[in-house]
Each structure stands twice: as C-alpha cells, then as structure tokens.
C-alpha cells in the first residue's frame, strides 16, 4: 500500500516531511493494533472464561499462601472473577469493533479515500473520549496515555487532511 506521504508535494519542508513520517508510521502502528485487538478478541470468544479464573488461581497460590493480604494477588483474582462472570462477551465485542473500525479506516486512507479522513477523526474523537473518561475514574495510566496519543494523531490528521485537500472542511471537493 502507498501511504499518504508517498504523495510527490513540491515545496515541502523538512519539518512537513518529518510530521507525515510520524503520521505514516502512527497509521502503521493503528493498523498492526487494530488487527491485534480483532485476534485478541477471537481468543477471548474461543478461550473459556472459567480457563481465565483457573490461570488466575493458579499463578496467584503461592504469593497468597506467602501472604494472605498480598494486594496484588488479590487485585489479580479479583480482575479474573470480574471478567469471568461479567465483562467477557461485551470485552471481546468492544475488541473487535474498536479494531475493526481503525482497520478499516487506516486501510481506506491509504488508499486515498477523502471519506476516510473525517471518519477516522470522529472515530479518533470517540474512543479518545471513552479511553480518557475510563482512564481518569477507573486511574488507569495506560487508557490516559492512549488518549493522550489517539488526541496526538487526531491532530496530526486533521493536519494532513488539510494539506491534502486545502479549502474548507468539507467532506466533497
């Protein structure tokens, strides 16, 4: 696939080719991500639930048996019973459409679709909002840091989209 800074632009500056470049391999690790998370969620259907607790249990005896008010083991058990009795189906479906969604649309900017552009965005914008309002009240630094980056990349976006289609915003030239 040709990526979007494959583009021939006369004038472009160093800076400019420097920032499609982080664009470009900011898609590719969206794409790579996004097909990730559709297998992870193909594991979670075929891979049972109660296999997940039993893992759990297993590789936390002995640090309880050492302690038994071992935070971490108990925060490892607790997590496995969560998901095995409540979050499983909705994790693997949230997987799959969130990966399939960025596939999609990273494969549809580079191949030069101008719809994908906005799309992307809006995809952008809603799974960063989601991943920043679940990071900040669960305190997951890891979900805070993915919207941080997936807010990063929408600007970058928006950038090239203007570059590659000047006037305004708009969905049809």
Do not use: C
């Not at 549809?108 to 309002?133: D, N, R, S």
Request: charged share 15%; hydrophobic share 55%; aromatic share 14%.
């Amino acid at each position: 696939m040709e990526t979007p800074s494959k583009v021939a632009v006369e004038g472009v500056t160093e800076r400019e080719r420097d920032l499609l470049w982080i664009f470009d391999l900011a898609l590719w690790f969206k794409i790579v991500n996004g097909a990730l998370e559709m297998l992870v969620a193909l594991l979670i259907l075929f891979v049972p639930a109660s296999l997940v607790l039993q893992l759990a249990q297993f590789a936390t005896s002995g640090e309880i048996a050492q302690d038994s008010n071992d935070y971490v083991a108990f925060s490892i058990l607790s997590m496995a019973q969560i998901y095995a009795v409540h979050t499983h189906y909705l994790t693997a479906l949230y997987l799959a459409l969130h990966g399939g969604v960025k596939v999609i649309l990273v494969i549809g900017i580079f191949m030069k679709k101008k719809i994908a552009y906005p799309l992307f965005m809006f995809a952008l914008v809603l799974f960063g909002v989601y991943e920043a309002f679940r990071g900040f009240v669960l305190h997951e630094i890891l979900l805070q840091v993915l919207a941080v980056l997936d807010f990063a990349l929408l600007i970058l976006t928006v950038h090239e989209y203007r570059r590659r289609y000047p006037g305004p915003f708009r969905f049809r030239r």
